[in-house]
């Protein structure tokens, strides 16, 4: 949240402005070239005045004064209001003005400057000569004041002799001054408009039409206020739909606690519920509704049949669900549009913002609503094709419930049939909670409902509803596919593997007939989560039933996605055979996934490929997965791919802009656990490297239990490794030990090694720092021959493995004092690392390698801990460059002085995160446009933006264009 500072009656202000990137540059370069008209219209709240205060913020340095006059909405306005509280403020500059006797004409205006102004001259005797000796006193004192902005705001409210006024200084603007005139559109006078079409030659004119804001910029006012960085578009979106863009709806809404709660702090579900639940912002309510009360009975007819329509529709179907005849809403219909409450766009009609329906559908008595909910469905039913969903709210709503219930599933299964799963949860969710139904009926819509709601990213707020629905007196196979369906979303949520596993062996033995959900339960069984007394053996018997069965399948997506699930458990435990089924996908898809089963393979084998180390296929996989689900509009599909893809880069050392990518896919998959723990993996990770250990602390720790409890195996060693480093450093061995034995216990019990590697150096690090070094000696002999016998196939197929053993038995020596040959497999063990692109754990090896040369007094220890260090500060790995540089300065070593500008060692060179932000931004593309193509907040592009023009020494986003259009490199100095 602003501080306290930052609110404004009922509402709170943004401390940026946000969606006027181009209005805001345009206004300063019309009104810095006097003499100048701009022309600001939009509708009430939607930012007018925050403009020209911003206008003033930016001309505060310049030598032109700043006069602001408004309209008031009173009856009976003071004439020349706006102008005479200009020339009130100008007290100090008439004191010392050289004013000609005109001037005194407004002495009986304002008699607080009777010392000020000459002396009042005598009367005309003519009212009109009078007026004009009062316009050119105003003129005159205007141009007194030297180079000066006059804004006039609120032109819709002003009086007759103001527009008089303006009309005569317009005829001839003086060349110092620049006016900016505001007001709204669908309430001002004609004359005001035709005012400034047409004026004097070598006047300097804009016309600016302030737009609601779109989704991404309504998330990014939302982020501004709350102080949160970034607005996921999951959250922006539901609060573009309840505010349509309109920056006052926006503040208002967020001034109420329980938005705000629900918006800062997302639980599963919350936002979207609380923004459907609330009122109408007070302020809205009130200026709509004021509004509406002047206009004609027929016109309010026809809105209250717009409002309960809410969204926009044909024009024969508004008039046919109005309560008057057709005869009398026409005449109705052209005043609610002339009045700007009503929009036509293409021959469809309905309130320009759904705050503006709401708030005339609440002033609706209920019987009102009903009937107009009815005559609305029946015109509804009566289009082609029939709009479902819509239907079934009306129906809903008119109380005709049997009705509904019909209506509302043929439109979820309409809503799957398109991939629009999020419409169909909620049809059916509605049904499942409200609607009167039969027990056989309840359990066709719940295994409907499950069905859809696995493929979105909220999961979770249904399932507690369909775990409840009673599956006693239900058939056999329904019964069974609901809980099918219910094991998969326990295992989505992250929630109570065993209780899935019971789930999905009762689905298999009673799904005779369904080959399709037999195959997927067997993959499901084959992955190991960890539950007791589950050996490995028994995974892999599941996993070959379900390739068994494959000839009985006849969709060939299902193929793909039991061959993805069955590599991806495959690559996690060793066995080589991942391969050519991934070979399978690969030709079965012609390495261009499109469909979701097909993509959901190529993103499942390419993540656990990552964590296995197996860093070249995963990238193929999952840049493949990723290219299908943007492609394809499964927003799902697309975060997930992209939450492999940040881990994979975390793993490779592709870290600049990393961690908030990560942070905000972590936003975006909040509601959704399994989807959203890469990105929380990589985030805890990078946190630690780059110090801030408390974060990393929390972040980590609260990772791996919630990986732990779910079953992640597979993923869990990575978080752990880092937990394991991070409480080493926090001098706790034996609570490290016990996290890292933890781990190796797990993988030994499921016989998920590959992935687990990760965790060998750390855990011997900890042994030895807990004294227990001659055991860790034991057990990792004891690891090796596993990993060259696993007893299922051959040589384990874990290309960590070499890296990880070296780098283990290395620490290991060191801890037995045995520096030479610690130092020789520290080496080993970076060179190997070097061979997979993990450069950070190449780092670590030849840190490791100059502790132990400096143990035995061998002074060529500096060349490996120059490299060590070098790679810290080329990631951005900030904690562990210090400690690298501690080492260097504690044993005299000659390494140049660390770079303390930022995370990198770029100098006065832009970083390449600081060279792509500056050249969309010279491109001509706003702060809001560029944070949502590189995934970062308004703030962070805007903090990239002055870092790059301060580097290139320039002043403006022209300049920089300018600059970056001839090709000046980042390192080269700008002229003068």
């Given at each position: ?49 925050r ?62 400057l ?19 000796r ?14 000066a ?39 001002v ?63 208002e ?45 027929e ?5 209250e ?12 179907m ?37 705050l ?29 094709p029939?709009?479902l ?25 309409r ?27 309840r ?62 062996t009762?689905a ?20 190991p ?17 379900s ?54 393979a ?6 656990d ?28 599909l ?15 050392g ?35 490297a ?44 034996q ?7 933890r781990?190796?216990a ?39 021959g ?92 900030t ?87 001839t ?7 700008p002229?003068?």
């Open positions: 949240m602003v501080p306290e500072t930052g609110a404004v009656g009922g509402r709170v202000v943004s401390p940026l402005l946000v969606g006027r990137g181009r209005e805001l540059p345009q206004l300063v370069s019309t009104v810095s070239a006097s003499p100048a008209v701009a022309v600001v219209e939009g509708e009430a709240g939607i930012g007018k005045t403009l020209v205060a911003e206008l003033r913020e930016r001309l505060a340095d310049s030598d032109r004064r700043f006069l602001v006059g408004r309209c008031r909405q009173i009856r009976e306005p003071f004439p020349l209001g706006p102008v005479i509280e200009v020339v009130r403020g100008l007290r100090t500059e008439l004191a010392g003005a050289a004013l000609s006797p005109v001037a005194g004409a407004l002495r009986p205006l304002l008699p607080e009777a010392d000020v102004l000459p002396p009042q001259p005598p009367p005309l005797g003519d009212r009109m000569a009078e007026r004009h009062v316009f050119r006193a105003g003129l005159e004192i205007l141009e007194s004041s030297g180079p902005v006059l804004v006039l705001e609120d032109l819709h409210w002003a009086d007759e002799q103001t527009l008089d006024f303006l009309s005569y200084l317009l005829a001839d603007l003086p060349a110092k001054l620049s006016l900016v005139l505001t007001f709204r559109a669908e309430e006078d004609p004359a005001v408009p035709a005012l400034t079409a047409r004026l004097p030659p070598g006047v300097t004119r804009v016309h600016q039409v302030l737009e609601l804001l779109d989704e991404q910029q309504t998330g990014a006012l939302a982020a501004a206020i709350l102080d949160t960085g970034r607005m996921t578009e999951q959250l922006a979106g539901y609060l573009h739909a309840r505010t349509s863009g309109l920056p006052l709806a926006i503040e809404l967020l001034a109420l606690p329980r938005v705000r709660a629900a918006l800062t702090h997302p639980s599963t579900g919350r936002p979207r519920r609380e923004l459907r639940q609330i009122d109408v912002p007070t302020g809205i309510r009130d200026s709509v509704l004021a509004r509406v009360s002047g206009l004609s009975g016109a309010r007819r026809v809105l049949a717009a409002a309960v329509l809410q969204t926009p529709v044909p024009v024969p508004l008039l046919g669900t109005c309560r008057v005849p057709v005869a009398q809403a026409l005449p109705g219909l052209e005043e609610a549009l002339a009045a700007r409450l009503l929009a036509e766009d293409e021959g469809r009609v309905g309130f320009r913002h759904l503006a329906a709401q708030a005339v559908y609440q002033t609706m008595p209920q019987t009102s609503r009903r009937q107009l909910h009815s005559r609305a469905a029946a015109a509804l039913a009566a289009a082609r029939v709009p969903g819509q239907l079934a709210h009306h129906l809903r709503h008119a109380g005709r419930r049997r009705a509904w219930v019909v209506a509302a599933e043929r439109a979820a299964d809503a799957v049939e398109l991939g629009h799963d999020d419409e169909a949860v909620q049809l059916l969710e509605d049904l499942l909670r409200q609607a009167p139904l039969g027990v056989e009926q359990g066709r819509i719940a295994v409907k409902l499950a069905r859809a709601a696995i493929q979105t990213l909220h999961a979770g707020e249904v399932l507690d509803l369909l775990l409840a629905v009673p599956t006693a007196g239900l058939p056999a196979p329904m019964r069974s596919e609901l809980r099918f369906w219910l094991a998969l979303l326990l295992h989505q949520a992250g929630d109570c593997p065993r209780r899935g596993r019971a789930l999905l009762e298999v033995a009673e799904l005779p007939d369904r080959p399709d959900l037999r195959a997927l339960a067997m993959v499901a069984l084959g992955v989560t960890g539950v007791p007394g589950v050996p490995l053996a028994e995974h892999l018997r599941w996993l070959h039933r390739l068994e069965i494959l000839p009985e399948l006849t969709d060939p997506a299902l193929e793909v996605l039991v061959l993805g699930k069955v590599a991806m458990v495959l690559t996690s435990v060793g066995d080589p055979a991942w391969r050519p089924l991934t070979d399978r996908i690969r030709t079965a898809t012609g390495g261009s996934p499109h469909r979701r089963p097909d993509i959901n190529c993103e499942s084998v390419g993540v490929a990552c964590f296995a180390g197996h860093h070249e296929p995963a990238h193929q996989l999952l840049t493949a997965a990723l290219s299908g689900a943007t492609a394809g509009g499964s927003r799902r697309e975060l997930r791919s992209r939450s492999g893809l940040a881990l994979l880069d975390y793993c490779r592709s870290w600049d802009g990393l961690r908030e990518r990560a942070e905000w896919l972590a936003a975006e998959l909040g509601d959704y656990p399994e989807g959203r723990v890469n990105a929380e993996v990589v985030a805890g990770c990078l946190a630690l780059q110090g801030d250990l408390d974060p990393a602390q929390r972040r980590l720790t609260e990772v791996v239990a919630r990986v732990e409890r779910a079953g992640g195996l597979d993923l869990l060693p990575l978080p752990a490794a880092a937990l394991v480093r991070l409480t080493l450093a926090r001098g706790d061995p609570a490290a030990a016990a996290i890292a034995r781990v190796l797990s993988a030994e019990s499921t016989g998920i090694w590959p992935p687990a590697m990760r965790m060998l150096p750390p855990w011997a690090q900890a042994m030895v720092a807990a004294d227990r070094g001659d055991e860790a000696g034991a057990e990792l002999d004891r690891i090796a596993l990993l060259r016998d696993p007893g299922y196939w051959g040589e384990l197929d874990a290309p960590l493995a070499p890296a990880a053993l070296r780098h283990a038995q290395g620490h290991l020596a060191a801890g037995a004092r045995r520096w030479r040959p610690a130092a020789e497999h520290f080496l080993a063990a970076a060179a190997a690392y070097d061979s997979l692109s993990c450069p950070y754990e190449a780092a670590q090896a030849r840190e490791q390698v100059t502790v132990s040369l400096l143990a035995v007094g061998d002074r060529p220890a500096e060349p490996p801990l120059r490299a060590a260090r070098n790679a810290y500060q080329r990631l951005g790995a904690w562990d460059a210090a400690r690298a540089t501690r080492l260097a300065r504690r044993h005299r070593l000659p390494l140049p002085a660390p770079h303390r500008g930022g995370r990198r060692g770029y100098g006065g060179d832009l970083s390449p995160r600081e060279r792509e932000v500056a050249q969309l931004a010279a491109a001509g593309r706003t702060n809001e446009e560029i944070a949502r193509d590189l995934f970062l907040s308004p703030k962070t592009v805007d903090k990239h933006v002055g870092a790059a023009m301060r580097k290139l020494g320039l002043h403006s986003r022209r300049a920089l264009a300018r600059q970056l259009g090709g000046l490199a980042g390192g080269e100095t002229a003068p």
